[in-house]
């Protein structure tokens, strides 16, 4: 216990009430569209996964015993306990490049982000595995460049490929620390090119990814198929639009006062201003500014997500933390107050985002018809699931008792969000099983679900539920597999005792053709 007593106090409260308040908020809100749909991961593991690889299913599998304990919070437990973990790499990593001071303003910076702190620190998602690994990949080859004896350069170098590839099991985009890597090694490390772990911890990063890659080739490639979608730029047109909402999104994601500071302290770097301790700190841009770079220029053309450049901020918030560092004349570690008011912001960005989860504190301007009820409200997403055991279970007995369904009828849903949401809050309580029937673009895991759960039975009846946030109307998509389409019931969810969505429920009658199965390569 020597080591925790060696970090500063202020560190180890910040570590304290990180935790407490990340923790309380894993358990209290429900969980997004996401999240519970990664939990499919864990209830169906494999090598790969259609939309990403295998790390976040096994950490959630890990982190719940294998989901014996499989409450929201034991789901997102790996994010609780690991931005933590994190939080002291960040500590370690800005305490190697110039001082501990430097290590506890990143720290503090790191845990004032959106992406670090909810994204990563409270949901589950491939980013939690991936930042975790992200950061000890790093710290492995800092240690390596930075190291003069050869026999812990090897052994550092080794461990950091090991980290590598499981930060690319978690998400491809780390295929960026190998390209900074080798970038940084071209121009300022060239003496490694002698060296035999550099080219072992590439071949060690690509040995863990063998899974994926024969999964992958037993899929007709569908995940790298899928991804590559993502950012395609065939016919399609300039998007400034996207561009700059993109770059908001990066802004909020990474806290617009973080940003600025990180942006302060590389030009004040640039200009001699400050230094660091080791020369490492190059590494950090060559693996940081290409992931940013690219991303903005997919922006230019393709819808993108902010977080997927945010691991290349988090490894920039060192800059930031050394120009704060350099700005201190005493030795101290007081929070400066332009970090006070970074935290504050995210303080507020939580305050106001979980109200409005839970009470809809800020009216949204919404659809008024029946069936597009909270249309418009994506809070909603992650509320009125808690409880839909209990409603619809009354149903399902009541249609059970007068003989109009079979009790071991399974539900039926065409995409993969809300059925994820209905398989964990509906039947998961209810030991009922979820199938998915639509067009694969929209199924994702749930064609492989399907065939885990026998799939589909000429004759069987099945239940579906709709809601008002996204309706679709059983009639204009399944006529051709039913002989009847049956209207049961319509549930109405209330926040703050006002109508939030509501659910529509259909029994579907006997099944008179099974659609072809999307995995069988024709």
């Known amino acids: 216990m020597n080591w925790i007593n060696s970090l500063p106090k202020p560190l180890l409260w910040l570590l304290f009430v990180s935790f407490a308040i990340r923790a309380l908020l894993a358990a209290w809100i429900e969980l997004g569209n996401d999240e519970v749909y990664y939990w499919t991961y864990a209830l169906f593991p494999d090598w790969s996964h ?53 290590g506890f303003y990143a720290a503090l910076l ?59 099991l978690s998400k491809y ?37 063998i899974p994926v890659f024969i999964w992958n080739q037993q899929n007709g490639f569908i995940s790298f198929s899928f991804q590559s979608e993502r950012i395609s730029l065939v016919n399609s047109p300039l998007r400034l639009d996207l561009f700059f909402t993109e770059i908001a999104g990066q ?28 020369a490492e700190y190059n590494l950090l841009l060559f693996i940081s500014l290409p992931l940013i770079l690219v991303f903005l220029f997919f922006a230019l053309f393709r819808s993108t997500l902010p977080h997927w450049t945010s691991p290349a901020y988090v490894s920039l918030i060192f800059f930031a933390a050394a120009w ?10 007081r ?17 106001l985002g979980t109200l409005q989860i839970k009470y809809a504190i800020i009216p949204v301007k919404d659809q008024q018809y029946f069936h597009q009820l909270g249309k418009n409200d994506v809070t909603l997403d992650m509320f009125g699931w808690r409880g839909m055991d209990n409603h619809f279970g009354e149903l399902v007995e009541k249609h059970v008792n007068s003989g109009e369904m079979p009790k071991q009828a399974g539900i039926i849903g065409d995409h993969w969000f809300p059925l994820a949401h209905i398989d964990y ?12 029937l639509g067009k694969p673009e929209n199924l994702h895991k749930y064609m492989w679900i399907n065939r885990e759960r026998g799939n589909f039975q000429i004759g069987a009846d099945y239940w579906y539920i709709t809601n008002s946030r996204d309706y679709q109307s059983p009639d204009s998509i399944y006529s051709e597999y039913f002989k009847q389409i049956v209207p049961a019931d319509t549930i109405t969810i209330s926040r703050r005792g006002i109508p939030a969505k509501r659910y529509f429920v259909f029994l579907l009658k006997d099944m008179k053709q099974i659609p072809d199965d999307p995995l069988i390569q024709k």
């Not at 080798?182 to 690509?206: A, D, E, P, Q, T």
């Open 425 to 436: 809050y509906i039947a998961r309580p209810l030991r009922m099983e979820v199938f998915g």
């Open 335 to 351: 929070i400066p107050a332009i970090v006070k008011m970074a935290m504050l912001l995210l303080f507020i960005v939580i305050l």
């Open 173 to 209: 985009t780390s295929i960026f620390l190998w390209f900074g890597v080798g970038m940084y090694v071209l121009f300022y490390k060239r003496n490694f090119l002698k060296s035999w772990s550099l080219y072992v911890s590439l071949l060690i990063s690509l040995l863990l990814l």
């Open 50 to 102: 259609f939309d990403h690889p295998p790390m976040v299913g096994w950490m959630i599998q890990f982190f719940s015993l294998n989901l014996l304990f499989d409450s929201e919070l034991c789901l997102r437990f790996s994010s609780v306990l690991l931005m933590t973990v994190n939080t002291l790499l960040i500590f370690e990593i800005g305490r190697m490049l110039k001082n501990s001071r430097t």
């Open 251 to 278: 802004l909020l994601y990474n806290n617009p006062i973080n940003v600025v500071l990180t942006v302060i302290g590389l030009i004040g770097l640039a200009k001699g201003k400050f230094s660091f301790r080791i």
């Open 324 to 333: 704060l560092d350099e700005r201190k004349k005493t030795i101290n570690f």
């Open 110 to 168: 790191y845990n004032a982000s959106v992406y670090a702190f909810v994204i990563t620190g409270i949901f589950i998602l491939p980013d939690t595995p991936q930042n975790f690994f992200w950061l000890l990949a790093i710290l492995q080859f800092i240690k390596a460049f930075s190291s003069t004896n050869t026999s812990d350069q090897n052994r550092q170098m080794l461990l950091a490929g090991f980290f590598t590839g499981l930060a690319m």
